[in-house]
């Protein structure tokens, strides 16, 4: 895109028009779930390395992130990751299959899961 865009921070007609709301990010992720028998909300949209993908704000993010940040009040930009449930899929971003936690909670995670 051009400069003159890049240049102005916000207002702008493109930024507007583009720049999805919460409310309209809620609509598209819901708009784009396979429910399944564990109730996991699965994402049928882009996906990279089985997360499911999207951009917001001019950013790339994983959709299980930004359904905690729409739903559980997650700050997109903190370091702690957003994890699932055990036995859930990656592309699933159901809230309550998804909580909070660092690196260390999700390499222990991980570690339960290779176990069982
Ligand atoms: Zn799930």
């Known amino acids: 895109m051009g400069k003159r865009r890049r240049s102005r ?11 999805r709301t919460k409310e309209g990010m809620e609509q598209t992720l819901l708009s784009r779930r396979e429910i399944d028998d564990n ?28 359904a905690a940040h729409i739903w559980l009040g997650f700050d997109l930009d903190s370091d702690l990751w957003v994890l699932h449930k055990n036995d859930c899929n990656r592309r699933c971003f159901n809230p309550n299959h998804l909580h909070i936690g660092t690196r260390a909670d999700n390499e222990r995670d991980l570690r339960q899961r290779r176990r069982n």
């Open 39 to 66: 109730g996991c909300w699965l994402w049928t949209g882009f996906t990279r390395r089985g997360y499911g993908r999207i951009m917001w704000k001019q950013k790339v993010h994983d959709v299980h992130r930004v």
């Open 9 to 19: 921070r916000r207002g702008t007609k493109w930024e507007k028009k583009y720049r």
